[in-house]
């Protein structure tokens, strides 16, 4: 529930921060514009995404007969989160990840690597597809578009109000009682932008942990999904990922390396403290031990790879 009020007040943050930046930069028209704008682009990418990323990493839907036991972890995960069957999906990828994509619960799909399926043994692909089946119970696509929205429309002011500087703008702030300069106008261009972007990558990490949480209750436990997170997160610095800056928020752990200044910019939370939350550890309690991988695939992993085959 934390998670949620979170997201929702995120939400109504950036609401406020759109239409307080829309009344200073373009005035109301220009608000209305560039959110008309924002949204008509976001509601293409709401409906067809999901076919683009696919076709994109050159994932094939796989059936019931060449993996009946994925499929029967799938199932077991969608009857427990009350969601319709999702279509299951293989992206051709030795990197160990995974994600969830569709527009609702009834056009859901959930696709993983043929690397996560070698080296997972049941108990972690079932706590991954557990936390992929909760961003499609908590309709956490749709949420991402809402936030994308409203930052692709702040992005637009920004642009706008370079523009109005330019030109020596500034009379939609002067209608509106603002009176921004145009100096003020470019620090606004730049600011306004840095600032959508945090509050969407605070949104999707705020999603990330909510579907943690959810995942290992639909699992029933939370050690497989925290035992998995070790290894994709080990393992992602050893086989990397090719893999695209615009779709790295959809997988379970981004599949781009990067430290420092990238980790702030991140849509996805630290896997330290996602695995310490799932363990139930709290701050100043035991370390957590430091994630090995290990090149033998366990007999579980082995047995459900195999069955692809």
């Given at each position: 529930?934390?998670?949620?009020?979170?997201?929702?007040?995120?939400?109504?943050?950036?609401?406020?921060?759109?239409?307080?930046?829309?009344?200073?930069?373009?005035?109301?028209?220009?608000m209305?514009?560039?959110?008309?704008?924002?949204a008509?682009?976001?509601?293409?990418s709401?409906?067809?995404?999901?076919k683009?990323?696919?076709?994109?990493?050159r994932?094939?839907?796989?059936?019931?007969q060449?993996?009946?036991?994925?499929?029967?972890?799938?199932?077991?995960?969608?009857?427990r989160?009350?969601?319709?069957?999702?279509?299951v999906?293989?992206?051709?990828?030795?990197?160990?990840?995974?994600?969830?994509?569709?527009r609702?619960?009834?056009?859901?799909?959930?696709a993983?690597?043929e690397?996560?399926l070698?080296?997972?043994?049941?108990?972690?692909?079932?706590?991954?597809?557990?936390?992929?089946?909760?961003?499609?119970?908590?309709?956490?696509?749709?949420?991402?578009?809402?936030?994308?929205?409203?930052a692709?429309?702040?992005?637009?002011?920004a642009?706008?109000?370079?523009w109005s500087?330019i030109?020596g703008g500034?009379?939609?702030?002067?209608?509106?009682?603002?009176?921004l300069g145009?100096?003020?106008?470019i620090?606004?261009?730049?600011?306004?932008?840095?600032g959508?972007m945090?509050?969407?990558?605070a949104?999707?990490?705020?999603?990330?942990?909510?579907?943690?949480?959810?995942?290992?209750?639909?699992?029933?436990?939370?050690?497989?999904?925290a035992?998995?997170?070790e290894?994709?997160?080990?393992?992602?610095?050893?086989?990397?990922?090719?893999?695209?800056?615009?779709?790295a928020?959809?997988?379970i752990?981004?599949?781009?390396?990067g430290?420092?200044l990238?980790?702030?910019f991140s849509?996805?939370?630290p896997?330290?403290?996602?695995?310490?939350?799932?363990r139930?550890?709290?701050?100043g309690?035991?370390?957590?031990?430091?994630?090995?991988?290990?090149?033998?695939?366990?007999?579980?992993?082995?047995?459900?790879?195999?069955?692809?085959?």
């Open positions: 529930m934390g998670n949620q009020i979170r997201t929702a007040v995120l939400l109504a943050g950036m609401t406020v921060f759109l239409v307080f930046i829309g009344g200073l930069i373009g005035g109301r028209q220009g209305i514009f560039a959110l008309v704008i924002a008509g682009m976001n509601f293409f709401y409906w067809y995404s999901d683009m990323v696919l076709r994109m990493y994932a094939r839907e796989i059936t019931p060449e993996a009946p036991e994925l499929y029967n972890i799938v199932s077991g995960l969608a009857r989160a009350g969601v319709p069957m999702p279509k999906y293989l992206i051709p990828q030795q990197s160990p990840n995974a994600f969830a994509t569709g609702n619960p009834e056009h859901a799909v959930v993983v690597t690397g996560l070698r080296i997972m043994s049941r108990d972690e692909i079932e706590g991954v597809l557990a936390h992929e089946m909760a961003h499609v119970k908590n309709r956490d696509i749709l949420i991402g578009t809402v936030a994308a929205t409203m692709g429309a702040i992005m637009m002011l642009t706008m109000a370079r500087a030109f500034g009379r939609g702030g002067d209608e509106e009682g603002g009176g145009a100096i003020g106008l620090v606004m261009s730049i600011l306004a932008p840095l959508a945090l509050i969407q990558m949104i999707s990490r705020s999603r990330e942990y909510l579907a943690d949480s959810t995942g290992a209750a639909f699992a029933g436990n939370a050690e497989g999904l035992s998995a997170l290894k994709l997160g080990a393992y992602a610095k050893q086989v990397p990922m090719q893999a695209s800056p615009q779709t928020h959809m997988f752990v981004n599949p781009l390396s430290g420092g990238a980790t702030l849509t996805h939370p896997l330290e403290e996602r695995i310490a939350r799932l139930g550890y709290r701050d309690g035991k370390p957590m031990p430091a994630p090995e991988a290990k090149a033998d695939i366990s007999q579980q992993g082995r047995s459900i790879w195999d069955s692809l085959k």
